[in-house]
């Protein structure tokens, strides 16, 4: 089998050194079709290019076979965010309607700028540092800042897999601990905090997070967390522990497992009473919402963050693909899956969604008939549901006095604004969904099976965010020299667990919140809009497309390179601007605390301090691009000037 591989590889690094001969520049300036740059950049890029490919006779980790691969990218594309980030997008903005603009970014932004980051480490067969290094020395950079990215979202990310064990540890319980409010010390009633929101919330704030009122309060380590934490990252180790090897098992589990749960919630979802409410509001479309440009902003962003673009991981997983691999294919298959999968969880989301609205304003309507009755000395089955609104109109005509009285206590009971309240990322995850779940026949079987899928989901990102991490620190020499690959992967996860802590204290949530929204949004794009102008322009786009010709065996595509070299950056320019403009017109950042004696969360700004570790997170992955550019210049110039005074 080696030797089989050794003599495919030696017959394509033939063939693509023969194109690189054809590719190459032979002189200063541009190119026809976005070929050159200043010939600085060029300064021994054939020589570089061409010693690579020579390497690649030397053996590299190969997936078992092609649908391992595309396992592995659905594990990592399809995660939380087609679950909780999906729903929310289409409720605000649309419903139905939200599928044009939102089918019309994957087009013309998903499946292009997928296609190009397979593409790139499929042929270059490197991590991300290696292979933007191998472009062009100046973009050692980009590589950098996906790693730094890619680092920082797996700080933070694992957590919510710590919250998902806390909560599956939790649902084999009877009934579910957070199905009603605990009483007090006394015994004599329920906590005060949760009678004045709701168990579920009270679940999520008090008992698992332990929430601080605010940023300031940091208060201490939750032992329950830290340890649900550890064993987060010790299953993620253990999942990465031999590469390809034990991830590519893996990955069968983490990508199926997920839609066997959706199915099954399907199925009940459309059972439940009042689940048509919610899938009459889901597709019922909204046109006027497409004149709203945060509309088309809000279908580019999904579908930029949900397929993971710009981390690193996808060039990762093509890396340890066989050169001839179908990368094109591929591409296509894993965002059409991961799109339809968005729209499948929203389908399912919102039976359950209306529901659960049904739920709340059934037991909104049955507490004002019960509290009027009482009131009133009304005969039992005189006031209905029907004729609700009739009945307060004559108690309110004959008994003017007592109504007005009884009006603070009356709620208005609204189906629609029910459906209206838009909930998205863990209040979706831990509030909504167990809200629902609660109210269900056999709710402990379905607890189960809902947190096991958000572990699935959640477990499968994090094996493309550390294989980010991973592949460029095992491409090293310098590294694998010294150290095993189970070495690093275990300090890796160590690093990242004892960093991740501060996320399991009682400010942690706020934390969460920080690099959640801070960590990756702008460094993603303009990593994304480096890679497209790199490939384009200065590794030059017909060049690439003749290392594809040699890898797929046909030509590319016209809407390929159309999309690479126009639609694509023009679409993440215009993103970087919105976002940044968005970002200085805000003013003032703020967060959401929970306040415990309201039972309800506040708005609070930012003190100083969090502002500064905001600009941190920010600066710290893309400074890395053009530090990376400016080292590099300064060692060439270094070089330059020994080798003359040598001389």
Known sequence: MCLLI???????????????RLAL??????????????EHLWAGSGNRTAAHLQDMEKARPLWDNPLQ????????????????????????????????????MLIVEGMPLLYLELAVGQRMRKGSIGAWKIISPYLCGVGV???????????????????????????????????????????????????????????WYRQTLNISPSLETSGTVQWEQALCLILAWLVVYLCILRGTASTGKVVYVTASLPYCVLIIYLIRGLTLHGAVNGLIYMFTPKLEQLSNPKTWISAATQIFFSLGLGFGSLIAFASYNDPSNNCERHAIIVSLINSTTSIFASIVTFSIYGFKATFNYESCINKVILLLMNTFDLEEGSLTADNLSEMKDYLMAAHPQEYAQLSPQLKNCSLEAELDT???????????????????????????????????????????????ILTPLTDSKAITSRFSK???????????????????????????????DYAATLSLLLIVLVETIAVCYIYGLRRFEKDLQTMIGRKLNWYWKAMWAFASPLLIISLFIFYLSDYILTGTLQYQAWDGTQGQL????????????????????TMCIPLGALLTFIRKRLKRERVSTVA
Not at 605 to 614: E, F, M, R, T
């Open 145 to 203: 800042a996906s790693v730094v990215v890619s680092f920082f979202l797996s700080m933070y990310y694992n957590v919510i897999n710590a919250w998902a064990f806390w909560y599956l540890f939790h649902s084999f319980q009877d009934p579910l601990p957070w199905a009603t409010c605990p009483l007090n010390s006394n015994r004599t009633g329920y906590e005060e905090e949760c009678e004045k929101t709701s168990s579920t919330q009270y679940f």
């Open 6 to 20: 050794r003599l495919v590889i030696k017959k394509l690094d033939r063939n693509w050194q023969a194109c690189l």
């Open 602 to 621: 506040v708005t609070r700004d930012y003190p100083s301090y969090a502002l500064a570790v905001i600009g941190l997170l920010v600066a710290s992955s």
């Open 69 to 104: 691969f595309v396992f592995a990218c659905i594990s990592y594309a399809v995660g939380l965010g087609n679950v909780w980030r999906f729903p929310y997008l289409c409720q605000m903005y649309g419903g139905g309607g939200f599928l044009i603009p939102y089918i019309i």
């Open 25 to 38: 520049p032979s002189q200063l300036g541009w190119r026809g079709g976005g070929v050159g740059l200043a």
């Open 486 to 516: 189970e070495v690093i992967s275990g300090f890796v996860c160590f690093i990242n667990c004892i960093i991740g802590l501060i996320f399991t204290m009682e400010a942690g949530n706020y934390w969460f919140d920080i690099f959640n």
């Open 422 to 468: 838009a909930v998205q990322g863990t209040g979706l995850a831990f509030i909504v969904y167990s809200e629902a779940i609660k109210n269900m026949e056999v709710s402990q079987l379905y607890s189960v099976l809902y947190f096991a899928m958000l572990l699935m989901l959640g477990i499968g990102s994090m094996l493309g965010n550390t294989a980010a």
